[in-house]
């Protein structure tokens, strides 16, 4: 085998550029597959962690977003109506606007997330890497026109740093700041305002209308079990189990992995298609390589060398292309994969979108490039170890 | 006998042409001979060469090597005769260009199956036999037409094979050259090597023992 690589070597380093050529296609390809999927892993990754933030012994009930079925609303009754559930430990309902936000006469449009202020602690500071006070405090009972920032809130998005005591204006009413979070790395959370629910909804005319209720379990209850419970008491409330849903951590994380499966199924079937242009350009050059190289397996041949060494050493030379191709791709892909994150840090800001090029995908672009080698270099392979001796000779 | 071919006929087809290239031709090559085929170019030389070195098969007739018959062997057994039996000398060369003198005539003792490291040894030990022992790292392409047929020639013994065939061995070299290879292959002959030679130089092949004339694929005559 040993020789066959050493022999093999010796054949790509005689025809360097000719063997780079060859493989052009090989690693345009798998520089693709790996850049793409890279994007497509990074993506997944980003959203679990920030699922995985909400603990894993929650469930969120919201309405259903989607074409062809129409979402129901979510009113403060209903979350009243599951607080009574066996194995419910507490229900927290939120409300979201987007709103502008003013402060030192500069105006933002920021995401403005309402809850019941005795419950903001236990609804947003506990769990894995969840939110924690930077300064100040969280909002507690009775506190109306108070807010906590995010940090990218409280620090990036005015001109001057909004600390603890000053005063932000929430479409058009002044409301105090009384604390500001530590900076979570997810810029969508960092960059959000936390709210009383109840003024939110007076200042937005909301009613009793709600955005999603958060629910977590009793410890020691199983999950699926109050999930169940949580559906029935809605369906019965609501007359119907459409236009909403009600998942627990896991489900969501499961449901997102599988829509970021189809997402890296069509990066990758992308880039699959240019390395399979690529696997033509090795077996068109392998096969011109057998004519070209008749001279030399005539010489084999006379040289004692049967039709299996004659074969082997062509099929070594195609997996020895197609790994280098691979190699060289994976470490191109993993370099525009790295761009692709610096570009993404500058201009979508940190932790929006952070692409990865795990080992699984290491591994598997380099398996698929060797496979491609191989499987390409199969037939002029045969061809080569079927020239006889004296026509080969001849040439 | 080292060689003995009866009633060799030999027949292949370029396009629709169907040319004989020998009509039944005997011979029988004793061991430690010193063989000349001669005759005109098209008379069946190189047809017959490679008929006894085992790189091709003939259309009906027996072809033996050191009393093995090759019909009825399989491609691969043919291989293994050539591999152990028979050492090419060509008139191109015919090295491998990228490899170095020293790999290339280790190259047959690769499909034989020697370890790596004696194949390295035993091949400059020939590079030494033929004189190259200073050239062993060069490529094909860095040395004169001599020293390359000399690196050819030490590559035709890597196996130890008992019959040296050679075809045209002096046709692309200078007369000085020349004369070295013959003297070389004379001297493996005097070994104890049965050797054959194709050659179109009259003075070269009159030094035979034991000379063939060819003329359309038949011996014309056999002089000892």
Redesign the interface.
Same mark, same amino acid.
């Given at each position: 085998m040993i020789?066959y690589l050493r022999y093999s070597l010796?054949?790509i /380093?005689?025809h360097k550029m000719r063997s780079f050529l060859t493989l052009l296609g090989v690693i345009i390809g798998i520089m693709a597959i790996v850049s793409m999927v890279s994007v497509g892993s990074g993506m997944e990754q980003a959203l679990r962690k920030k699922l995985e933030d909400l603990g894993s012994d929650k469930i969120v009930v919201s309405p259903r977003i989607a074409y062809g079925t129409s979402s129901i609303l979510l009113v403060d009754a209903d979350a009243e109506a599951l607080e009574n559930l066996q194995g419910v430990a507490f229900v927290s309902p939120i409300y979201t606007v987007t709103s502008d936000v003013e402060y030192g006469g500069e105006t933002q449009l920021l995401k403005v997330l309402g809850v019941d202020p005795e419950k903001a602690e236990e609804t947003f500071g506990r769990g894995a890497s969840s939110y924690s006070l930077l300064a100040g405090r969280w909002l507690g009972r009775g506190d109306r026109y108070k807010v906590v920032l995010g940090y990218s809130a409280a620090k990036d998005a005015f001109p001057r740093e909004v600390s603890v005591g000053s005063r932000v204006r929430l479409h058009g009413r002044e409301f105090e700041v009384v604390g500001v979070f530590s900076k979570t790395g997810d810029r969508d959370k960092d960059y959000s305002v936390y709210t009383s629910i109840d003024v939110l909804r007076e200042i937005f005319g909301a009613g009793e209308r709600l955005t999603f209720i958060i629910i977590r379990v009793e410890k020691g209850s199983d999950i699926e079990q109050v999930r169940q419970r949580v559906e029935e008491r809605l369906k019965r409330r609501k007359g119907t189990d459409k236009g909403y849903f009600v998942m627990t951590q896991q489900e969501i994380i499961q449901s997102v992995g599988s829509a970021y499966t189809v997402v890296k199924v069509v990066f990758g079937g992308l880039a699959g298609v240019s390395l399979i242009v690529g696997a033509i350009g090795i077996a068109n050059t392998m096969i011109m390589n057998v004519t070209e190289r008749r001279?030399?397996i005539?010489?084999?041949? /006379?040289?004692? /060398?049967?039709?299996?060494?004659v074969m082997r050493i062509f099929l070594t030379d195609a997996a020895l292309l197609g790994i280098a191709g691979g190699a060289a791709g994976l470490a191109l892909g993993y370099g525009v994969s790295r761009a692709i994150n610096l570009a993404a840090e500058r201009y979508l800001g940190e932790g929006v979108l952070t692409t990865s090029v795990t080992p699984e995908l290491a591994a598997f672009s380099l398996v698929f490039a060797l496979l491609v080698g191989v499987v390409s270099g199969l037939y002029p392979a045969y061809r080569a170890s079927r020239l006889?001796?004296?026509e080969a000779?001849r040439a | 006998m080292a060689i003995s071919l009866r009633d060799v006929v030999k027949r292949y087809r370029t396009g629709k042409v169907v040319v004989e290239a020998l009509r039944g031709v005997s011979l029988e090559i004793p061991r430690g001979e010193y063989v000349s085929i001669m005759g005109p170019s098209g008379s069946g030389k190189s047809t017959l060469m490679n008929l006894m070195g085992a790189l091709d098969r003939p259309t009906s007739g027996s072809v033996k090597i050191d009393g093995i018959e090759l019909s009825g062997l399989s491609d691969r057994e043919l291989a293994v005769v050539r591999r152990r039996k028979v050492g090419f000398v060509f008139q191109q060369f015919n090295l491998i260009s990228k490899l170095t003198a020293l790999e290339n005539v280790a190259l047959p003792m690769w499909f034989s199956g020697v370890s790596r490291s004696r194949r390295m040894r035993r091949a400059r030990e020939l590079l030494e036999l033929v004189g190259l022992g200073h050239r062993v790292h060069h490529k094909p392409s860095e040395m004169s037409g001599g020293e390359q047929q000399r690196v050819a020639i030490a590559r035709a013994l890597a196996n130890e094979p008992e019959i040296i065939l050679a075809d045209e061995p002096t046709g692309n070299l200078d007369t000085s050259s020349g004369m070295e290879v013959v003297r070389l292959l004379e001297e493996l002959n005097a070994q104890g090597k049965t050797l054959v030679v194709v050659t179109h130089d009259t003075q070269f092949g009159r030094r035979a023992r034991m000379r063939v004339k060819m003329r359309d694929g038949q011996v014309l005559e056999v002089e000892r």
């Amino acid at each position: 085998m040993i020789e066959y690589l050493r022999y093999s070597l010796r054949t790509i /380093a005689h025809h360097k550029m000719r063997s780079f050529l060859t493989l052009l296609g090989v690693i345009i390809g798998i520089m693709a597959i790996v850049s793409m999927v890279s994007v497509g892993s990074g993506m997944e990754q980003a959203l679990r962690k920030k699922l995985e933030d909400l603990g894993s012994d929650k469930i969120v009930v919201s309405p259903r977003i989607a074409y062809g079925t129409s979402s129901i609303l979510l009113v403060d009754a209903d979350a009243e109506a599951l607080e009574n559930l066996q194995g419910v430990a507490f229900v927290s309902p939120i409300y979201t606007v987007t709103s502008d936000v003013e402060y030192g006469g500069e105006t933002q449009l920021l995401k403005v997330l309402g809850v019941d202020p005795e419950k903001a602690e236990e609804t947003f500071g506990r769990g894995a890497s969840s939110y924690s006070l930077l300064a100040g405090r969280w909002l507690g009972r009775g506190d109306r026109y108070k807010v906590v920032l995010g940090y990218s809130a409280a620090k990036d998005a005015f001109p001057r740093e909004v600390s603890v005591g000053s005063r932000v204006r929430l479409h058009g009413r002044e409301f105090e700041v009384v604390g500001v979070f530590s900076k979570t790395g997810d810029r969508d959370k960092d960059y959000s305002v936390y709210t009383s629910i109840d003024v939110l909804r007076e200042i937005f005319g909301a009613g009793e209308r709600l955005t999603f209720i958060i629910i977590r379990v009793e410890k020691g209850s199983d999950i699926e079990q109050v999930r169940q419970r949580v559906e029935e008491r809605l369906k019965r409330r609501k007359g119907t189990d459409k236009g909403y849903f009600v998942m627990t951590q896991q489900e969501i994380i499961q449901s997102v992995g599988s829509a970021y499966t189809v997402v890296k199924v069509v990066f990758g079937g992308l880039a699959g298609v240019s390395l399979i242009v690529g696997a033509i350009g090795i077996a068109n050059t392998m096969i011109m390589n057998v004519t070209e190289r008749r001279r030399e397996i005539g010489i084999l041949l /006379a040289s004692g /060398a049967d039709r299996m060494h004659v074969m082997r050493i062509f099929l070594t030379d195609a997996a020895l292309l197609g790994i280098a191709g691979g190699a060289a791709g994976l470490a191109l892909g993993y370099g525009v994969s790295r761009a692709i994150n610096l570009a993404a840090e500058r201009y979508l800001g940190e932790g929006v979108l952070t692409t990865s090029v795990t080992p699984e995908l290491a591994a598997f672009s380099l398996v698929f490039a060797l496979l491609v080698g191989v499987v390409s270099g199969l037939y002029p392979a045969y061809r080569a170890s079927r020239l006889e001796p004296v026509e080969a000779l001849r040439a | 006998m080292a060689i003995s071919l009866r009633d060799v006929v030999k027949r292949y087809r370029t396009g629709k042409v169907v040319v004989e290239a020998l009509r039944g031709v005997s011979l029988e090559i004793p061991r430690g001979e010193y063989v000349s085929i001669m005759g005109p170019s098209g008379s069946g030389k190189s047809t017959l060469m490679n008929l006894m070195g085992a790189l091709d098969r003939p259309t009906s007739g027996s072809v033996k090597i050191d009393g093995i018959e090759l019909s009825g062997l399989s491609d691969r057994e043919l291989a293994v005769v050539r591999r152990r039996k028979v050492g090419f000398v060509f008139q191109q060369f015919n090295l491998i260009s990228k490899l170095t003198a020293l790999e290339n005539v280790a190259l047959p003792m690769w499909f034989s199956g020697v370890s790596r490291s004696r194949r390295m040894r035993r091949a400059r030990e020939l590079l030494e036999l033929v004189g190259l022992g200073h050239r062993v790292h060069h490529k094909p392409s860095e040395m004169s037409g001599g020293e390359q047929q000399r690196v050819a020639i030490a590559r035709a013994l890597a196996n130890e094979p008992e019959i040296i065939l050679a075809d045209e061995p002096t046709g692309n070299l200078d007369t000085s050259s020349g004369m070295e290879v013959v003297r070389l292959l004379e001297e493996l002959n005097a070994q104890g090597k049965t050797l054959v030679v194709v050659t179109h130089d009259t003075q070269f092949g009159r030094r035979a023992r034991m000379r063939v004339k060819m003329r359309d694929g038949q011996v014309l005559e056999v002089e000892r």
